[in-house]
């Protein structure tokens, strides 16, 4: 591994799963904020533009690795992104339980070990099950998931807890709606449906929706995602009363919301329903989240409701499709 020197910087920042949805999109966040230089995305894949800063191959699961990479680069905080989603993870339960589990530790341990500032780490609604309310589900509900993936984060909002109980480690975390972006395709969860709507929209005119028309689930733009995480984490720590992971929300919808909303733009647009597994997935999830605590600790508030993140996917996935024919 070729490992180059960062020097005279505050903050010295790694992210793991850095080509990921929310990786594609928080490690420029980041970027803009910090530094290009500053910033290092890694991921298990192999990139060869590094034009937007530093790219490492890493595998999380090397514990090794992972160590000599924030030791060498003078690490200071890990986000740790790198993760299989909910309906991925039950097509192989234990390569899902494996990988989501043991590349946290590894990342808690490392920064134990190299006495890293932070760590932000994202559980998922996931976490809630069947007993969990289905409405304004609350910070401190029942946490009974049955997917390996909730199991997964579940479990691993206890470890972050642990961690910051017995070692003091500054880990911060938000359970995560489904996330919606223009910029990077969702990679195999349950809430997936509500980005390939805009780009079948946008392509074929036509989406055929894996989830039943009246299924509501809990979402959140991309945008106010990020913001989301970049406030928690300058949020100063004794406001934070929650170090397991924090009830984020943004937006409700049904694909029947969605798709009349996505009419409003695109008037021949046409949708049909043909639901499959993810389907139980979905109904053992809640519909909207109680946030309260968010906004109460660190002046959490979402900035996008339904009708803005319409318009404002359509945009962008236009502005691209115009870029693409150019
Ligand atoms: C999934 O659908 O698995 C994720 C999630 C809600 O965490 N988007």
């Not at 993810?278 to 109680?290: E, F, G, L, M, V």
Request: charged fraction near 20%; aromatic fraction near 8%; proline fraction near 5%.
């Amino acid at each position: 591994m070729q490992i180059i020197t960062f020097m005279n910087c505050q903050k010295m920042i790694l992210v793991t799963g850095a080509c990921g949805q929310i990786g594609t999109e928080l490690v420029k966040a980041l970027r803009d904020k910090h530094g290009n230089q500053n910033v290092i995305a890694t991921d298990i894949r192999d990139v060869t533009d590094t034009s937007d800063g530093p790219y490492f191959r890493l595998d999380v699961l090397d514990r090794g690795e992972l160590q000599k990479l924030v030791s060498e680069l003078n690490i200071t905080h890990i986000y740790h992104l790198a993760a299989v989603l909910s309906a991925n993870g039950e097509k192989n339960p234990i390569g899902a339980w494996d990988l989501n589990m043991q590349s946290l530790l590894n990342v808690l341990e490392v920064a134990r070990i190299e006495n890293l500032q932070q760590v932000f780490w994202p559980s998922s609604i996931a976490v809630f099950g069947p007993e969990s309310p289905k409405e304004l589900c609350g910070q401190y509900a029942l946490t009974e998931p049955t997917t390996v993936y909730g199991i997964s984060k579940a479990a691993g909002e206890h470890w972050c807890r642990y961690y910051h109980q017995q070692y003091g480690l500054d880990v911060r975390s938000l359970r995560y709606p489904g996330l919606i972006s223009h910029s990077a395709q969702a990679g195999g969860g349950t809430t997936d449906y509500a980005v390939d709507i805009f780009h079948q929209a946008v392509n074929k005119g036509s989406y055929a929706c894996y989830l039943k028309d009246d299924t509501r689930l809990p979402m959140l733009y991309m945008p106010d995602a990020v913001r989301a995480t970049l406030e928690l984490m300058d949020a100063p720590a004794e406001q934070l009363t929650i170090r397991s992971s924090y009830n984020l929300a943004g937006i409700s919808f049904t694909p029947e919301q969605l798709a009349i909303g996505i009419n409003a733009h695109l008037p021949d647009f046409t949708i049909s329903y043909q639901p499959d597994k993810r389907q139980a997935i979905a109904d053992s999830w809640p519909a909207s989240i109680d946030d309260k605590q968010a906004a109460k600790d660190w002046g959490w508030a979402p900035a996008y409701d339904l009708q803005d993140m319409i318009a404002d996917m359509l945009l962008h996935l236009d502005t691209h499709a115009h870029e693409n024919f150019a």
